[in-house]
């Protein structure tokens, strides 16, 4: 293990933000991992996956760990279902495609999101009408009191839109090491009814599609709207779609009748907030060298030279603009760090 200092985080981060880290290293093995938080010492420790739904605003003033744990297997195999497990590192859409190109159904509306797997459950990734934890069986972490691995069930997780335990009692306590999927090996049940994928399958000329198809009509969806950070510096979704009381949202359908928008109970009703920044007039602005997607309002983009305060500033525009205009407040999905 080689310790590096004042690396730049560039290339580590899909928003291209140019932050130093004091100090940095890669982390390859679990032995590895464990042997960096056995020494001795206090240095202060930052742990970096994917760097995909992070916005740097300043220098890491820390030992930057880079969580580069690869390797994936088949745990087992019962006629209808198979249990994969991979590690922390592995590249989340790589790793969906190695369940494709095993005819394992379950991960296909999942095809395209950047990051790691080890992140994935953190944020309980999720896309056309699928959250991993429709098919998240499990995941070991470790405990970074006690340095015991430790497995949390789906149950454990606590997951929700955009949200787990590792954002809230577990959070800075543990890393993820490796997640089990449970995914199927026959009869898939297909998740096509989100209507961009229903249009996309037959602009495809397919009625009867296979997860490839399926997984083609996402890609072919996202690349369609989403920005691809290797060209253009971008964190997903920037902020999450609120959430509201069904009464305030009756307020707002008095002054905007067509407002979009997911029942989600009798109380409460998810408002997309790429409508409601494109409403505010933000989509597609651009303030020199960043601004707002101009396919999809709800992502911000760095073109490149642009710093996280930049965004961040611009973030915080987008915020009081839509509350003032709205009254609705919407939560950023991204880490600010
Ligand atoms: N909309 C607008 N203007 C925009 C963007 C969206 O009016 O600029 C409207 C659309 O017309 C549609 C509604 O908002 O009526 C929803 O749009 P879309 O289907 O594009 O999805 P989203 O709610 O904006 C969410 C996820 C995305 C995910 C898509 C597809 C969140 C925060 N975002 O976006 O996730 O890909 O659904 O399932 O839930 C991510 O998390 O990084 C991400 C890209």
């Known amino acids: 293990m080689q310790i590096k200092h004042n690396i730049s985080l560039k290339p580590y981060n899909t928003f291209g933000i140019d932050v130093k880290a004091k100090q940095f290293i890669s982390i390859t093995s679990i032995a590895d991992l464990i042997a960096v938080y056995s020494a001795e010492g206090t240095t202060s420790k930052f742990i970096l996956g994917g760097g995909s739904n992070m916005l740097l605003t300043r220098d890491i003033d820390a030992l930057v760990m880079h969580l580069n744990i690869k390797g994936k297997q088949i745990i087992s195999q019962t006629e209808e279902n198979v249990l994969v497990k991979s590690n922390t590192g592995e590249n989340w859409h790589e790793f969906v495609l190695w369940t494709l190109e095993n005819n394992f159904g379950g991960l296909e509306n999942l095809s395209l999101i950047p990051g790691n797997v080890g992140t994935s459950p953190i944020q309980n990734i999720g896309a056309y009408g699928i959250e991993l934890k429709d098919t998240f069986h499990s995941c070991e972490a470790l405990n970074l009191e006690t340095l015991d691995i430790e497995t949390f069930t789906n149950g454990d997780c606590k997951f929700d839109y955009r949200n787990s335990i590792f954002k809230h009692e577990a959070k800075g306590k543990y890393i993820i090491l490796s997640v089990v999927f449970k995914l199927t090996t026959k009869n898939h049940v297909l998740h096509t009814n989100y209507g961009a994928i229903t249009s996309e399958l037959e602009r495809m000329d397919i009625s009867t599609p296979t997860i490839q198809d399926v997984s083609n009509a996402v890609i072919s969806i996202r690349q369609s709207k989403l920005p691809d950070p290797k060209e253009i510096g971008n964190s997903g979704s920037f902020f ?31 408002v997309p907030a790429g409508w409601l920044i494109e409403t505010a007039g933000f989509k597609g602005k651009t303030l020199g060298n960043y601004g707002v997607h101009k396919k999809q309002a709800l992502v911000l983009v760095n073109y490149g030279g642009a710093s996280g305060n930049d965004i961040l500033n611009l973030s915080k525009l987008i915020q009081k603009t839509v509350l003032r205009l709205f009254d609705i407040t919407i939560e950023t999905e991204v880490n600010i760090i």
Request: hydrophobic share 40%; glycine share 0%.
């Open 240 to 270: 999450k779609n609120p959430i509201i009381a069904k009464d305030a949202f009756l307020k707002l359908q008095d002054n905007f009748p067509n407002a979009p928008h997911y029942v989600i109970s009798d109380q409460e009703v998810k």
